[in-house]
């Protein structure tokens, strides 16, 4: 069985607090998870990533005290709870009340970096099974029990969207080209 790492333990640690009530538990979880939580968010739903991850983390406090497991099967949830809300936001009619520009978050401005925005849009691209499962497997770092159990899907199908979209990124021409620029040891 394979040891937690420190920054693994300390969030299970934050997790039991946050469950306890402690706010400082519940930050902690919050600054670690929510810019995967954004980035998953972002390829499922584009623009509409920050109010369907707003309306994530306020469904995680309303049920916080009812969720039973560990660190794992909490993310498991976070996700599951995010994809659900981002189903929900696609649904509904979009409008918009205030045009006034909003001044982005601090995890806004760290996504806005070329490399990671580029990625994203990448992966964007690719078919929603293949993308929602390099989003969960690849970048959340989800295992594929529980990537299956977030999209209602077989692990062997979760294997088989990821092997693909993983492949189709890899013979992507955009892909290509960059590699191509990039120096030997950067690759």
Not at 17 to 46: C, E, K, T
Not at 94 to 117: C, F, K, N
Not at 137 to 155: E, F
Request: proline share 5%; glycine share 6%.
């Amino acid at each position: 069985m394979r040891r937690p790492t420190p920054a693994e333990h300390d969030l299970q640690e934050a997790l039991h607090a946050a469950q306890d009530g402690d706010a400082h538990g519940f930050a902690q979880l919050w600054r670690a998870l929510q810019p995967a939580v954004l980035r998953y968010l972002r390829v499922v739903i584009g623009d509409q990533a920050e109010d369907a991850a707003s309306e994530t983390w306020l469904h995680v406090i309303r049920d916080l005290d009812r969720f039973h497991g560990d660190l794992s099967a909490f993310r498991g949830w976070l996700f599951r709870i995010a994809r659900h809300r981002a189903l929900d936001l696609r649904r509904r009619p979009t409008v918009r009340h205030s045009t006034d520009p909003v001044a982005p978050d601090a995890a806004t401005v760290a996504l806005e970096a070329e490399g990671t925005e580029w990625a994203l849009g990448l992966i964007a691209t690719l078919p929603t099974d293949q993308a929602e499962a390099v989003m969960l497997r690849i970048v959340a770092g989800l295992d594929v029990a529980t990537t299956a159990q977030i999209l209602g899907k077989r692990p062997g199908a979760i294997r088989i969207a990821t092997m693909r979209g993983l492949r189709r990124l890899a013979t992507h021409p955009q892909v290509n080209a960059r590699t191509a620029r990039m120096p030997a040891g950067e690759v």
